[in-house]
């Protein structure tokens, strides 16, 4: 599947920390950084997501924002 | 200003494009990745966006996905 | 790729108008009903996007809103 | 009240999944597919959402993105 | 139609920019404060949107962010 | 930091509710009108929020939506 996003950056989940609803994903990127998404818990499930990983954290343009100091 | 939103990326400008309403900004991380986002034209030149500026890329952990291969 | 994005609805391109910076995807579902997208030109263009091509229009729970009558 | 939300997708409510501050809702479209939505636990609760109940997904258009096989 | 998303901010249309693909709309809400919406240029030619019309700005409550000094 | 984000609103925090993974945070806008925000329990507790602490709302524009009567 190729997706319209423009975004999708590599890494590896880091910390997963399950709610009943949402489950919150930290992800460090393949430079150092890191990421944090919030997706279904159900979604976290489907994609068997465990601490190390492989995955991308994948973001639509309009989403993003920019800051300047 | 703090904020509430869990990701906060360096990186400095690499491309603007302006639309009549948007424009897109192309973000170069300090990992060596791309990042794209799309905000207002007023915003913009708000912030005086110009190539080489440096920038963060900020976005609400709601608005991330996970993508598996 | 799979993808955390809940909802991936199966259809094809009925029209597309672009603009500087967005362009705006008409999707004919396979059930008949409409959904409009707003991707970045860029993005419209890298997926070959044209009348009648077979795609799915993709959504993250989190973006969807309930309403009633 | 008329929106300027471009999708509206009619459904019926098929399963309700309430956390502690948000509501997984799962719809069933009109034409057989499921949509899901994550709403706050009191929208779902003022919606008085119920299995079976019939009701409306809606999706600004920004928010939809498209990906091809 | 009664809409799951959590706020509904009444004010009225202060300034129209129409782009190509989406219209930007200052509102100036019943307090006083301004706030932007960007919509589909045929979303806001749907909702016939001039300069002094009454409207309410609508966001789903995942969509707001918290800023502190 | 100054962000490209078009829509900051000044008012004081009301009501929190924390779940396991997001919070819900109700806000008293200046003029007298409620905003509710859902963003991680982590960043509010990174921004020690309480109530009657004073905060700004922040939405991007792409975020806000316009409705008629």
Redesign the interface.
Known sequence: ??????????GEVKKL?????????V?E?????E??????K???E????AEG?????????????????
């Open positions: 599947m190729k997706l319209s996003a423009r975004n999708v950056l590599k920390t399950p709610g009943m609803v949402n489950t919150e994903v992800v990127l393949a430079g150092g950084a990421i944090v998404a919030i997706i279904t159900q979604s976290a489907g994609l068997a997501l990983k492989e995955i991308h954290a994948v973001i639509k343009a309009s989403n993003v924002m920019i800051a300047t100091d």
